[in-house]
């Protein structure tokens, strides 16, 4: 397995691989451009049965699992719902191994009051084939509806308010869980942001927990979301945890995975592009053709067809910060690429998905918060353009809506970015007027719509870049959405950096991160 | 789902990119800052003491003789000049030369004088003429050639023995060939050498060598190209520091390729204007590599070019040569242009001799009265 590293594209670099939503292109960058490249997958853990049984026998500031375990008592198994990991990864999915092995051990102990819930918070409730997937047919089967289902955040009467932080937080989460005589929470690790207590009180929580620390004044001071330590929602989402934990036993797994990010069959897309073989070029032409001249149903289902042949790097088990720091180092070990320096402007493409577009469609705001909310925070210690430089995304920008997933989003859209852009600014006059919105609730609640004040949380993931910022453009996007955000839209890479010359001047110094798979530059 | 017009989708990559991009027509390349760490080759080096043994130089005179100077006779106009600087030389020494084509080390082999040739070896690239056994073996051979590691790590003991045990050595302190026939900056290999051992440095300009063989060719190009070696005095470190001696020794081989095309006492004017520490030369001489590549390969002489019959003709009625005078390999002497230089060199007491390599001079004398050859 090879590190990441920066590559400086010179005259024998050939053009590389920029994802533009559903589609990619080649690009070549100007002599000189820094190019972040994550390092290649660790190898995956041979028996991960065995590493999950290890775990869950010797945990870690924790008694095993076995001996937590009694007849009669209320354990509750939460886990993280589909937003991750990205893609979804080939089954049977590490929850699905996860949960089968806590279940077996319950089953031995002859406990008998067992309830499994997403930790969807305000995301949209999965479907019952997603949870499948999920779980897998065994587990799906054996509590499916009763006991299995998506956590309801607006459902009051299983709410439970735990109590207030030493900063007034409301610490509010799903009220089955919070009775519990054991919690496990069962996790899967993506990127450094995930896991930690970020799973429980953020993951079965309330709009009225949740407001404490989505806010744009927590994500203006996360720097970066990547490292919990410096992230002010994080540090929220931690005094939550530590509150929980004194009124609930919670047994943590958390799990994480390689950078095989995509099937077998494109290793173009992860591959370094100057040791692409005859077939990977073949196949990166082929495809993206074929894809330009698709129609965008087939097109698109291509994509959500795609799953990753993921593989499980660690398993970690018990109390829930002593196995976050475990499992960051393994992030940590499979994502950390040392990058010396900033520069003047940060280049990324941004790809088919994002947390929130799983089965679905990448609209605008989704494409900003992946942008400027996930792409740009991939840093640690500074972030990897100056204060004041410029950021080029390489996305479609096509304003289309799902209205089954997002319906608030489409009035966002049209609304609240048509008043003002400033996050700030729409916190203060809208946030509460999406976030009570009875038919938005309904919709939650009913079909599988994202939370009416989602919309919100995912323009202020994007204040920290706006704040950091001095000019963002868009390659290839549409110039009326592009408009609509407050951001300009260019055609090529060159048009693009004529626009930002204002800003960066004639001849900035140029960063690509060439991602997915998922790197965290660490800004020396 | 709702679909509003306007949507933009990318055209897809085209052919010709990806043709372009991976180089269809070649290997394709690897950027240069993603090109694996490769450390210097420690602990083994190539075994070479065997091309020095009595036997060997034996065969070597032979291969020389017999060989390559009828090889290089029939396809180069050579002249050799200032091996009257060569008198009274302290041996053992450094030769540093200029390293314009693969033809400098068979030239230089060749323009010197037997006694000094026998006892001299050619420090080579070790990881371009050593990487195979087979190339290591005809190149130790041949030129008696040494590995040198060039690509950094532990410097080899063997050229500081090799000086020790009273072998004279060859270096081309550029490190490569000349990319454009211009001179380029000279490592310190060569000063620190000849600092810590003691030796005196004995300059070489080789000029027409890159027009004559440039980079990428396999052999000359056609038409017998002139090339010509010539001699400076030797230079002793005495109390100079690694930089500084490095400088004078660029600045005197620099300013003997300068004396072949022009005079001696041009040079000497022209050295004087140069600036010498070399890379600040370098950056004051930059010209569009276009006319670099120009000047470097004006043809070395205008006369008429005299067949290799009759410079072997010429040698061999000359009989043995000395180390003084001025003596064309080929004869081949631009009457008009030998006229010129007289008038220049009123008594040829510059060090600008030329000599006929293992043959007596026909045109040589004592004082060394300058030959340029065509």
Same mark, same amino acid.
């Given at each position: 397995?090879?590190?990441?590293f920066?590559l ?7 053009p590389?691989?920029v994802h533009?939503g ?8 100007p002599l ?5 490249y ?14 999950i ?18 007849p ?15 893609p ?6 590490i ?7 806590v279940?077996?051990l319950?089953?031995?102990a002859?406990?008998?009051?067992v ?13 019952a ?20 289902y ?5 459902d009051?009467?299983n ?5 207030l932080?030493e ?25 450094a942001?995930d ?7 953020i993951g ?21 979301f ?5 992230s002010?929602?994080?540090?929220s989402?931690?005094?939550m945890?530590?509150?929980?934990a004194?009124h ?9 995975v ?15 592009e100057?040791?692409?073989?005859v ?15 698709m129609?965008?149903?087939p097109?698109r ?9 993921y ?12 196995v ?7 992030v940590?070990?499979?994502?950390l ?9 940060l280049?990324?493409?941004?790809p ?17 918060c ?10 640690r ?13 390489y996305?479609p ?5 799902s ?9 966002f ?5 048509a ?5 700030a ?12 919105d ?8 009913t ?8 919309p ?19 390659v290839?996007g ?5 408009a609509?955000?407050?951001?300009r839209?260019?055609?090529t ?32 | ?12 990559i ?11 027509a ?8 993603a ?6 080759? *420690? #602990?083994?080096?190539?075994p070479? !003491?065997? /091309?020095?043994?009595? &036997?060997m130089?034996?065969?070597? @005179?032979?291969?020389? =003789?017999?060989?390559?100077r ?8 050579l002249s ?14 450094v ?9 400098d080390?068979p030239l230089?082999?060749?323009a ?10 050619v420090?080579?690239a ?12 005809g190149?130790?051979?041949?030129f008696?050639?040494?590995p040198?590691?060039? *690509? #950094?790590?532990?410097?080899?003991s !063997?050229? /500081?023995?090799l000086? &020790?045990?009273?072998?004279?050595? @060859?270096?081309?302190? =550029? ?23 003691g030796?005196?440095?004995?300059p ?10 440039p ?13 010509s ?9 005495a ?13 005197e ?12 006492w ?5 050295a ?15 010209k569009?590599h ?15 070019v ?15 040569t ?8 080929t004869a ?5 242009r ?7 060199e ?5 060090g ?17 009265t300058?030959t340029?050859?065509g």
């Amino acid at each position: 397995m090879r590190p990441g590293f920066v590559l400086e594209v010179d005259e024998r670099t050939p053009p590389l691989l920029v994802h533009q939503g559903e589609a990619f292109g080649l690009e070549r960058f100007p002599l000189g451009t820094r190019v972040v490249y994550p390092p290649e997958s660790l190898p995956a853990l041979a028996d991960v049965d065995a590493a999950i049984s290890r775990a869950l026998a010797e945990p870690e500031n924790s008694e095993p699992l076995r001996a937590l375990l009694r007849p009669g008592m209320r354990l509750t198994i939460a886990f993280d719902d589909l937003s991750i990991p990205l893609p979804p990864m080939r089954r049977p999915d590490i929850r699905q191994r996860v949960i089968e092995q806590v279940l077996t051990l319950a089953a031995e102990a002859g406990v008998d009051d067992v309830v499994l819930i997403v930790a969807n918070a305000l995301h949209r409730r999965m479907t019952a084939a997603e949870i499948e997937r999920a779980v897998g047919e065994r587990v799906f089967r054996s509590f499916w509806p009763d006991s299995l289902y998506n956590h309801d955040a607006e459902d009051r009467d299983n709410l439970l308010h735990v109590g207030l932080t030493e900063n007034g937080e409301d610490v509010e989460i799903n009220r089955r869980a919070a009775e519990s005589d054991l919690l496990v929470y069962v996790n899967v690790n993506l990127v450094a942001m995930d896991g930690g207590h970020k799973s429980v009180p953020i993951g079965l929580a309330s709009y009225n927990s949740l407001r404490h620390h989505h806010n744009s004044h927590t994500m203006v001071h996360s720097r970066s979301f990547m490292d919990h330590t410096r992230s002010a929602m994080h540090s929220s989402a931690w005094r939550m945890g530590r509150l929980l934990a004194d009124h609930l036993k919670i047994f943590t797994v958390e799990t994480t995975v390689n950078n095989a990010a995509f099937p077998a069959r494109y290793g173009f897309l992860t591959r370094r592009e100057w040791e692409w073989s005859v077939r990977d070029q073949a196949m990166a032409f082929g495809l993206s053709r074929g894809l330009a001249a698709m129609p965008t149903r087939p097109r698109r289902r291509i994509f959500q067809d795609l799953v990753a042949d993921y593989g499980v790097t660690g398993v970690h088990a018990g109390e829930t910060e002593a196995v976050h720091a475990k499992t960051l180092a393994n992030v940590h070990r499979q994502q950390l690429v040392e990058v010396d320096g900033q520069s003047d402007v940060l280049v990324v493409g941004l790809p088919y998905l994002g947390p929130y577009n799983v089965n679905s469609v990448m609209n605008p705001i989704l494409a900003m918060c992946l942008g400027l909310g996930y792409f740009f925070n991939m840093y640690r210690g500074r972030p990897l353009v100056r204060r004041g430089g410029a950021m080029i995304l390489y996305h479609p920008v096509t304003p289309e809506f799902s209205q089954l997933h997002h319906p608030s989003y489409v009035d966002f859209f049209e609304e609240v970015l048509a008043e003002s852009t400033d996050p700030a600014t729409i916190e203060a006059t809208f946030e509460k007027q999406y976030a009570t919105d009875p038919w938005y609730t309904h919709l939650y609640r009913t079909s599988h719509a994202y939370h009416g004040v989602h919309p919100f949380y995912m323009w202020y993931w994007g204040a920290h870049a706006l704040d950091h910022l001095g000019d963002v453009v868009w390659v290839g996007g549409d110039r009326a959405a592009c408009a609509r955000m407050g951001f300009r839209a260019a055609s090529t890479l060159a048009d693009a950096l004529e626009m930002i010359s204002s800003t960066v001047g004639r001849n900035p110094s140029l960063t690509y991160l060439h991602s997915p798979p998922y790197a965290i530059a660490d800004v020396r | 789902m709702t679909a509003p017009g306007g949507r933009q989708r990318p055209a897809g990559i085209g052919l010709r990119e990806m043709a372009r991009g991976w180089r269809w027509a070649s290997r394709p390349p690897v950027p240069a800052s993603a090109r694996p760490y490769q450390p210097a080759p *420690r #602990g083994r080096e190539f075994p070479t !003491a065997w /091309a020095r043994t009595p &036997a060997m130089r034996a065969a070597r @005179v032979a291969a020389l =003789e017999l060989g390559m100077r009828p090889m290089l006779d029939a396809n180069l106009s050579l002249s050799v000049a200032g091996l009257d600087a060569l008198e009274g030389l302290r041996t053992p020494a450094v030769f540093v030369s200029n390293h314009s084509s693969h033809l400098d080390a068979p030239l230089l082999l060749c323009a010197l004088p037997r006694d000094i040739r026998d006892h001299t070896a050619v420090a080579a690239a070790a990881d371009y003429f050593f990487d195979s056994w087979w190339r290591g073996l005809g190149t130790a051979f041949l030129f008696a050639t040494v590995p040198i590691e060039r *690509r #950094g790590g532990a410097p080899s003991s !063997a050229p /500081a023995d090799l000086l &020790a045990a009273g072998w004279n050595l @060859v270096i081309f302190p =550029e490190g490569t060939r000349t990319k454009d026939g211009q001179l380029a900056r000279f490592r310190f290999g060569a000063a620190h050498l000849a600092i810590t051992c003691g030796v005196p440095v004995v300059p070489v300009g080789i000029r027409g060598g890159f027009a004559a063989m440039p980079r990428g060719r396999a052999w000359t190009v056609p038409g017998r190209p002139g090339v010509s070696v010539r001699f400076g005095r030797p230079l002793y470190p005495a109390d100079s520091d690694l930089r500084s001696f490095t400088g004078r020794i660029f600045a005197e081989v620099s300013r003997l390729i300068d004396e072949d095309a022009t005079s001696w006492w041009d040079s000497l004017r022209a050295a004087r204007e140069r600036p010498a520490v070399p890379a600040r030369a370098a950056r004051a001489a930059r010209k569009a590599h276009w006319r670099q590549v120009w000047e470097a390969t004006e043809p070395v002489g205008t006369a008429g070019v005299v067949s290799p019959w009759q410079a072997a003709a010429r040698r061999g009625s000359a009989g043995v040569t000395g180390r003084s005078g001025s003596q064309g390999l080929t004869a081949a002497t631009g009457a008009a242009r030998e006229a010129q230089r007289e008038s220049r060199e009123p008594d040829g007491s510059g060090g600008a001799g030329g000599t006929d390599v293992g043959g007596a001079g026909a045109a040589g004398d004592a004082t060394g009265t300058s030959t340029p050859v065509g």
